[in-house]
């Protein structure tokens, strides 16, 4: 229940802007068991202006110091687990989920605006969703 009512406001507060839920891969990949399947990354794959507090100021290839690329979300719950550590974001400044939501501005400040605005029960709830992925 919680990480259905999660789900929901992962959608209104638009995260599935940049963090798209699903792809279909194409049908003519060079090995069949990746051809037309059905998948959940959570990304679009696309760089995006993060504003002034994840800004580097080191352009890098297309991308300016503000702009990043949309990380997959996809299995972020197991990062403790695979990893041992959950340090999230580009330079793994963020301690947990939480913080890297907060970090979020630029073209993101709105979503990030929507987690500020919740109530602690409806940020538990994100946040289990999150980590179901
Ligand atoms: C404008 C596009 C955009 C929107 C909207 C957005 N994100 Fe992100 N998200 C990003 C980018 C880009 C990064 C990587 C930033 C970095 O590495 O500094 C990121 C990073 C993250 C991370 C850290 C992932 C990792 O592996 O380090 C989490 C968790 C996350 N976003 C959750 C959310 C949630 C929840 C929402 C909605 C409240 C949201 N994002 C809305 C673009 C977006």
Partial sequence: MQVLKGKRLFYEANC????????VTRRDSISEEQSF???WP????????MGEGLADDRPEGMASGREWRTPPLWGIGLTEMVSGHTLFLHDGRARNLLEA??????????????????????RAALLAFLNSL
């Fill in 16 to 23: 599935i802007g940049c963090h798209r839920p699903k792809f």
């Fill in 42 to 49: 959570y990304t679009d794959l696309l760089l995006h202006d």
């Fill in 37 to 39: 399947q059905l998948i």
């Fill in 101 to 122: 939501i907060l970090w979020h501005g630029g073209e993101a400040e709105a979503a990030k605006q929507c987690v500020v605005d919740m109530t602690k029960e409806e």
